[in-house]
């Protein structure tokens, strides 16, 4: 372990940190020891963290179509509707996205919570 790279997941309390070195993907800087993602399964996380997974945008964003064929089936919504998303506030949005992680029912819910089912 490369001296200053925090290359482990915090423990519950109580318990020991795990290196997560086997979990890294990408380059690994070879002056802080980090890779440029960690890929760490659900199952350690929660092992670890006491906690399950937060879901981030970003996360959402890459699954997009999964997104887009939910809001169609769940609510009516036809993203590719012209001005639609115009005319909504982006909480309007995030309600229905966050609606759609919540159910645990949806494609989306399903690929990013698959700990929920």
Same mark, same amino acid.
């Given at each position: ?14 318990g *020991?940190? +795990? !290196? #997560? ?6 380059e ?6 980090? $890779?440029?993602w ?7 996380w ?6 399950n997974?937060?879901? *981030?945008? +970003? !996360? #959402? ?13 769940? $609510?009516?919504?036809?993203v590719d ?16 996205i ?5 159910t645990g ?5 399903r690929?990013?919570?698959p700990?929920?089912?």
């Open positions: 372990m490369v001296e200053g790279g925090p290359k482990r997941v915090e423990p519950q309390p109580g *020991a940190p +795990r !290196d #997560i070195s086997q979990y890294g993907r990408g690994q800087n070879p002056a802080t020891g980090l $890779y440029e960690y890929e760490i399964p659900d199952d350690v929660r092992a670890e963290t006491g906690q997974r937060q879901v *981030a945008w +970003r !996360d #959402i964003l890459t699954h997009w179509s999964l997104v887009e064929a939910d809001l169609h089936e769940r $609510y009516g919504l036809d509707q012209p001005g639609l998303l115009k005319t909504r506030t982006w909480r309007w949005l995030r309600v229905r966050v609606g759609l992680l919540e029912e949806t494609r989306i819910a690929a990013l919570t700990h929920r089912r």
